[in-house]
């Protein structure tokens, strides 16, 4: 793979920016010397077309939602309105520096207050904040908000947060960054939380649960009332992790399900591509108790005017450095209003429905762990398809047949596990095709097990090393050898 | 819904082939109390065609925009080249996801390696991670790997951060255990490190700090012992300014923003963080990293995983998962356009420029420099009379100043912090500086 340090360099520094209107002394003049830099970065002088090419053919090497269904389980990598990306790069909103007099920005203070109403309305919960970046920093934040909670009480021995063995690795590493200890519960035989271990483990130690809803099984926990009820009763609180809310888009509220913090994954749910990694947003929705601990600053509205407020004594403080992933905002906004009540449901329809299609065609040929309904996702089993065979295999050999591959190895709970998110925005003819090729490769399985080994073969690279990586990492590019390779 | 595929057709038979006749039976497991006290938003279905309307109006409703950008404070009004634009909104780079599958994502490998290997060059440091959040986040993820290598449950941090950095790390610093001491300011603007505490995990600098001026970062190292020394940086500064890896540095973080991303209002930003290689094991977030395939070519894939959530759950350097990949990619097609001669331009007008206006500025009977030491592209003045009136006579006059009492947390009173960017003409920095002193 060639990097933008392989290209033959030229003179740069023209073209770009005007030349300096202002009469003025040199740098050194300016700043002392011993502040400047002495060297040179080492960054290519190129031309425009080199370095179009190069991130164009960079960008071929890659595959998106656009190029087809990308089952990646609990990312919900569905179609997104194009007409979002446009309104969050219209300029009156991508812009404004955040800085400026709030008098003079009332356009992103409205929408921003309006969907913090909005996605409050969807959780059923009377706050939000819309700070957190990512659904992991919304984690975070929670547990932050659980922290302050218990500390303003003097209930700071509530250091123990219980998570399903199902759960999420962001879970109990956002839940230790916030100082808590993690102590996870087993799931019983049908995937959901075992009642009796989570009584076994509720004592004035415990500060709260965080659950994943439906869980990562795609399981929708039947018993979520019971176990809300029995942490509230010990004193603790209930943080649901939203990043599987495509599932009960306009059919169910985690308020009225007990939580205490719910997270939105706007990237995952509401419509902003995944950016090869981010940027998202993780907004928060909290109950009642929670409110005051929110961060600052927090958006008003006094009639038709909006305006920051910073007067939260008891806030936790801020977690991001202005107000959140604004521009991700938009196009959960513009989403919003574009679905409807209507969209909205029709989402969650198709979601689960297209899953339990999937589902109920590939159990026949793949072991399905927890046989039951399932929501928007759902796990296979890649164990004892055929000898030798890794669930790693059949991925790889996935991408042979044009798919992206599902979610591997996740939940742990299951071994081999292969998980499937088709999402609404994939038809029926899609969702066959993707169901043949899962039902050739078991074939080949059996058959070709060589095809499955050595996939794949139709990507623009072989199976990559990955232990080399990890063993002798290359992280920045090796100057050094090129530097060498030319003297040789 | 025209983001759905399914005909009514579909529907069925797909109903149908798992036993089910209407959709509702897909809802069954939801509990029936929650099934009931379920309530819409009350929102009707528009179309594409009045959304666009309706977020536009919005748009214009915020009348900053026209106006002319003398802010700063860690977000600055640079120009962003037309190809930065074009390439991220390749639907192959933003419709990805984070690399787990390298074999179908080496665009994004490719371009996280060649980001790390900037920030690298840009700081000084020898390895750097694939993005966090923004600065801010990037500073609280620097101060926990701090206390993660040296355990004293005490950072000092110089009161000249950005006040917003500065409150991200005290949220983090709160939930994480850690007292923080607050390094003072002398007359000049540069942090005193005189009274600095023995027992500390990590000194924090910021360069340049929020009164725009440099930190003199020779010999620093030398006087806080075996603390780690975290320093955030102004990207485009480090075009002309010594890289902080130079003198020691053991965390350079900062926000990437003025590398091709727009204001946004705050947000998506980019969290840079770079580090020594002997804390590798400690960084936190994504790397992407060389090796070859099983043809010997080479390729790229993530590295050092064993650091991460998804591996090491509960044990992980940090939680993050999702971070600024679209932005970090930005960053690299900006730097890779602008190249090093482009950057030192960059910068060169950045401190010619402002330097300019702080002279001009400084001649107006009344106004003053308040800081002496050294600065790159902001300045802090001392304004006479009452600054809140200043703020708004400047805005009447068509400009974006900074909020009075945006140094109010520093203990500075009746003072205006100006930032100039490439984008100021000489134009815009004679009416300002008349503007100034007219409103006398």
Not at chain 1, 294 to 321: A, C, F, K, M, Q
Not at chain 1, 361 to 385: A, I, M, N, Q, W
Not at chain 2, 12 to 31: E, K, N, Q, W, Y
Not at chain 2, 33 to 57: H, K, N, Y
Request: hydrophobic residues 40%; negative net charge; charged residues 25%.
């Amino acid at each position: 793979m060639r990097t933008i340090f392989d290209h033959p360099q030229r003179d740069g520094g023209d073209g770009l920016f005007p030349e300096l209107d202002v009469p003025a002394a040199g740098l050194d003049r300016l700043i002392d010397r011993a502040l400047l830099r002495s060297d040179r970065p080492r960054i290519p002088n190129l031309s425009e077309p080199t370095v179009a090419r190069h991130y164009t053919a960079l960008s071929k090497l890659n595959y998106g939602v656009d190029d087809g269904l990308y089952p990646l389980g609990s990312c919900t990598m569905k179609h997104n309105p194009k007409v979002n990306e446009d309104l969050s790069r219209l300029p009156g909103l991508a812009n404004v520096h955040p800085l400026a007099d709030p008098g003079l920005v009332q356009g992103t203070l409205a929408f921003l207050y309006e969907l913090s109403e909005l996605l409050g309305r969807i959780a059923g919960l009377p706050a939000v904040c819309l700070q957190p970046a990512a659904g992991a920093h919304g984690e975070l934040t929670g547990m932050f908000l659980f922290r302050r909670y218990f500390e303003e009480r003097g209930e700071e021995d509530r250091r123990r947060i219980l998570l399903p063995d199902s759960a999420h690795g962001t879970n109990p590493a956002s839940a230790a960054v916030a100082g808590f200890d993690v102590t996870e519960i087993a799931s019983n035989d049908a995937g959901m939380v075992d009642l009796d271990a989570l009584d076994a483990e509720l004592d004035e130690t415990v500060a709260g649960i965080m659950l994943t809803v439906p869980n990562t099984l795609g399981i929708f926990e039947e018993g979520i009332l019971e176990v809300a009820a029995r942490v509230h009763a010990a004193g603790g609180l209930c943080y649901f992790d939203g990043a599987n809310l495509n599932a009960f888009l306009g059919r169910a509220r985690p308020g009225d399900m007990g939580a205490d913090v719910f997270h939105y994954n706007l990237h995952k749910t509401l419509s902003t591509p995944h950016g090869g990694g981010g940027p998202g947003a993780g907004p928060v929705a909290v109950s009642e108790p929670l409110i005051d601990f929110l961060p600052v600053p927090r958006i008003d509205r006094e009639g038709s005017t909006y305006s920051l407020d910073w007067n939260h004594p008891r806030s936790i403080g801020s977690v991001h450095s202005f107000y959140g992933n604004v521009l991700v905002g938009v196009r959960a906004y513009a989403y919003l209003l574009q679905l409807g009540d209507e969209g909205l449901r029709a989402v969650s329809e198709d979601a689960v429905l297209n899953a339990n299609y999937l589902q109920e065609r590939l159990k026949r040929t793949y072991p399905l762990p927890y046989d039951r309904l399932c929501k928007h996702e759902f796990v296979l089993s890649g164990k004892g398809l055929a000898d030798g065979i890794s669930t790693l295999d059949i991925a790889k050999r996935l991408i042979d047949y044009g798919f992206h591959p599902p979610t591997i190895y996740f939940p742990l709970i299951v071994r081999e596990a292969l998980m499937i998110e088709p999402t609404e925005t994939e038809g029926k003819e899609g969702l066959d095709r993707f169901a043949e090729a899962m039902e050739r490769i078991a074939f080949e399985a059996r058959e070709h097990p060589e095809l499955l080994h050595e996939a794949p073969h139709r990507a623009p690279v072989r199976r990559l090393d990955q232990t080399r990586a990890a063993r002798d990492p290359v992280l920045t590019y090796p100057f050094d050898e090129r530097a060498e390779g030319r003297g040789a | 819904m025209r983001y759905l595929p399914h005909s009514a057709a579909d529907r069925r038979a797909m109903l149908a082939s798992i036993g089910l006749s209407t959709v509702d039976g897909l809802f069954a497991d939801i509990p029936q109390a929650v099934a009931e006290s379920f309530r819409p938003l009350g929102l009707s279905p528009r179309s594409e065609q009045e959304i666009v309307a309706e977020v536009t109006r919005l748009s214009a409703r915020n009348t900053a925009i026209g106006k002319v950008c003398f802010v700063g404070g860690g977000i600055y009004d640079h120009y962003i080249p037309s190809l930065v634009h074009h390439v991220l909104s390749r639907s192959e780079f933003y419709t990805a996801y984070t690399p787990y599958q390298p074999e179908l994502s080496q665009g994004t490998l490719t371009a996280m390696f060649e980001f790390q290997t900037l920030v690298c060059e840009l700081t000084g440091m020898d390895v750097a991670n694939a993005s966090l959040y923004d600065g801010g986040t990037a500073l609280a993820e620097a101060a926990l790997m701090a206390e993660r290598v040296r355990s004293r449950g005490k950072i000092a941090v110089a009161r000249s951060l950005f006040s917003n950095v500065r409150r991200v790390l005290d949220t983090y610093c709160w939930a994480g255990g850690i007292e923080i001491v607050e390094l003072p300011y002398r007359p000049s603007g540069e942090c005193d490190l005189s009274d600095l505490p023995a027992d500390v995990s990590a000194v924090v600098l910021q360069s340049p700090n929020a009164f725009g001026v440099i930190e003199p970062l020779d010999g620093v190292k030398d006087r806080i012992g075996d603390a780690l020394l975290i320093v955030s940086v102004h990207p485009i500064s480090l075009g002309v300014l010594a890289p902080p890896g130079d003198f020691g540095a053991d965390v350079v973080v900062g926000e990437g923003q003025p590398l091709g991303l727009p204001m946004s209002f705050g947000g998506p930003l980019l969290g840079l963080f770079a580090t020594r290689g002997e804390y590798l094991r400690q960084m936190p977030g994504r790397v992407s990293g060389r090796t070859v395939d099983a043809d010997g070519n080479v390729g790229y894939t993530m590295a050092a995983q064993t650091r991460e959530q998804h591996i090491r759950r509960e044990r992980a350097t940090s939680n993050v998962c999702t971070n600024s990949a679209l932005c970090a990619l930005a960053a690299t097609v900006y730097l890779a356009t602008v190249g090093a001669d482009g950057l030192r331009r960059v910068a060169e007008l950045n401190a010619g420029k402002a330097h300019y206006l702080a002279d001009r500025i400084a001649a107006i009977d009344g106004f003053e420099r308040i800081f002496s030491g050294p600065f790159f592209n902001e300045f802090v003045v001392r304004v006479p009379g009452e600054a809140d009136d200043l703020h708004r006579r400047l805005l009447d006059a068509g400009y974006l100043v900074d909020s009075p009492g945006s140094l109010r947390p520093y203990g500075l009173e009746d003072a205006l912090r100006i930032a100039v960017t490439e984008k100021r003409t000489r134009e815009d920095l004679d009416r300002f500086a008349e503007a100034l002193g007219g409103s006398r």
